[in-house]
């Protein structure tokens, strides 16, 4: 399996992004569709500059975009981001696998000699 290889750095900013559920959630809505900072800002209980700060951390994480239409800034959701970061996981839960099943077989093995 190819894993593009993202920097510590990188996958560092990608996790902590999507260590925040509204961030997640962000995320979430913005990849079926665009949504507005404001449209967004509706509907948490907190104020839109929290809001536009929670954007601004998917952005520099690469999961979102923004961008101005008119007077509104538009977020929508960067999925091809997302898919790097499922290879990541992919990858560390294939290593984990390959050692449970070599732990697995060791553990089979009969003892006596």
């Known amino acids: 399996?190819?894993?593009?290889?993202l920097s510590n750095a990188e996958v560092d900013r990608i996790f902590r992004a999507l260590?925040?559920?509204?961030?997640?959630d962000i995320v979430r809505r913005t990849l079926t569709g665009e949504a507005s900072v404001s449209e967004l800002a509706g509907d948490y209980d907190m104020s839109f500059a929290a809001?536009?700060?929670?954007?601004a951390t998917l952005e520099a994480a690469g999961l979102v975009t923004k961008y101005p239409r008119g007077r509104e800034r538009m977020v929508r959701g960067k999925?091809?981001?997302?898919?790097?970061v499922q290879q990541l996981l992919s990858h560390f839960e294939e290593l984990w696998r390959s050692r449970v099943g070599r732990l697995d077989a060791l553990l089979?093995?009969?003892?006596t000699p």
């Open 19 to 24: 260590a925040d559920a509204t961030r997640r």
């Open 51 to 55: 809001v536009q700060k929670h954007v």
């Open 108 to 111: 089979a093995e009969d003892p």
């Open 1 to 5: 399996m190819v894993v593009h290889q």
């Open 79 to 84: 999925p091809e981001n997302l898919r790097q």
